[in-house]
């Protein structure tokens, strides 16, 4: 086992895991497809719409019947018949023909036009003056102009949004190939943490991060597995991280923050077999004593036990492991929402600090609203919309900086 | 029946709906509960963290006891004890004693602060010396600071994020009551549509919309109940329609943009009992053709066929609607994101339009470029990132100009 007891930046720590691969895949129905992660690029099979259709009610034409066309000299068509919605016409359009078709319908052979309802008028069951020409393919979609065959649009590696999935139903997609959800087994420790269902005694808390980090899990596109509380045992915390391991794709392990409890778990992940230490503590704030280690070929997780600090580790560094380790490669772009800061915010040089902020309009503007204060508390992270970050190499931001914030 | 026969404001539509209540609550376990939208204000009935704790790993200390303490004159204390983690401590602090404490530990009685232990010494096993001094409460998480007995932090109508989540944790909250989803039922109407799995003949299309629509009730918070496809036939609408007002929270019916289809909608709408038209026309692009009728206590809305069209008005309109069944009161603050025009964009006094637009970060900054072209197509739904929306009295909006960007 190798270890690095240096505290590392960011992009340092998820370099040390850029080389796991992603978890596999599964079919599911398309009905449950929104939100998953595509496994494979789609080629379509077919043309979309798949025939000429009209985007209008009126008659389709031969363009150049109507050629010259005005309200006071109208072109004369002969109607020869109707197209059916769903059917391919019976009829063909002829020069100086018109075939009555709806908005949807297929246009008939011979027909390379629409012409609007709104500027013909009928003469009789069989006649129709048009008092106004159309252009070739004028109101008309063309056979392959939403999609060619052969055309790739949806990419592996993409979330599915609705209109993703509406693009595999118009492909007849009743299954659809995605990555199967990372499992994240999620662990609290420390003697003082006792289970929501029970009643602290003077000295204990309840585990809020099991709640917290899962609702996380879930939001990141995992399947939270929680394991429950585990106290200041190393056998006990041994036999449970083991057993997580052989089940789950990446464990997190959200312990208290005492320098007792953080040597305990590297003690843990050091026993554990074909282990090393990536990171020992995390050059940003809230979250020095992060803790990440491989073991075997999945990613453990030492998070701070408090609360706040244990979900900015989790937005900043986990979230983004478990959308990688389910198969997300083409961002969200830009998840991010620009604001101009409400006040100044302190920072110290050689840290990169995430604070909480609330979102105001104000004159029609963004503003951050820093929340600072108490920083392990449970108030402000409800209290904030998102995190803002101020980087390694600034010592705090003035009062109207542009900042982005990533909403949480 | 009474009917509208005049094309309305967005804002006239959603108003003719602000009667109709939310759906009921239901309990569901605290796990399963981010997402979901609180029924209640939760009330906290204990304190948060509920006793003194520490915030350092050190010693517990009066903080008189350091005054004065300095590097070349440090204080002398007597160490009596240690706090175990999640228990009372046995001891107490008097005047020139100390007590050792971890992160997390429960202050000894006598004990109003913690000095850390980078800033003291051993000398022996039962003495230190403290090289700084500390105020009263410094390192000491107070017993409320986090939440007050009696304070309300988290309200009715607000939709659960994970530190929300955190917050029931942390007060007991196995089961949590909230918002049982809307169950909107989802109707394709047209005699060109066919499922999914069939393949289209020459005219056909396959049902895009049930799933496109369905996926966005699901983004919405609601629970889609998908109806297949009914042809353009009165009494089997009628009968389809009925059966489902029976059953959901609200109807959506996507058709034809045929001016007969939309008839039928209407007819059909009309024929049901204590029914009303509320809206037959929108002045809003794309979406113009869209009816919203109440039916009884419920809402009916007739889509246009379209793909992105229905999508558009779904986003704009129905999607609201469905979150407020469900219960949401309180806003995700300011969903929006603002960004720069890449290029000017023409609008039509008298109509609100909904652009189409991809989201692109140049220079830092998010520019959001339009999407032009034909507004049925599925591919312009796919290759943007949201919408922007073009003023009723705008005629058109400049390159650069700052816009509102509706991610979806």
Redo the contacts between chains.
Sequence with gaps: MSEFFHVVTLEEAVARLSHLPPVGTEGVA??E???RVLAADVRSDID????RRS?M?GYAVRAASTFGATESSPAMLEVTGS???????EVSVGRGQAVRI?????LPSGADAVVM?EHTQALDNATIEVTRSVAPKQNV?EPD???AQGET??WRGAR???????????????EVQVFRPPVVAILST?????P?????????????????????V??AGGV?R?LGIVG?DLDELLATCRAALSEADTLVISG??????RDLTIEVLAALADSEILVHGLAIKPGKPTILARVGDKAVWGLP?H?ASA?VVFHVLVAPFVERLGGLSRGA??AR??ARLSRSVPSVHGRRDFVRV????RDG??RAVPLLG?S????T??ES?GLIEIDVNTEGLDEDTEVWVRR?
């Design positions: 398309l009905s497809a929104a939100g979309l719409p798949g025939f985007t009610d197209v059916e919605m769903g059917a391919s016409a709806l908005t949807g319908g297929m309802v979609i102009e939403d999609l649009l949806l599915l949004r609705p209109q993703e999935v509406g693009v595999l139903a118009a492909l007849g997609a009743e420390g003697d003082e943490v006792v929501v269902g029970s009643v602290p005694r003077p000295g204990q808390i309840r585990d809020v991060n099991s709640s917290t980090l899962g609702a996380m879930r939001a939270p929680p200041d208290g923050s005492s320098v007792g409890t036990g609360v979900m772009p830009v929402q620009p609330r979102l105001e309009e503007q963004l108490r392990g508390l449970l108030r992270t409800v919309d949480w």
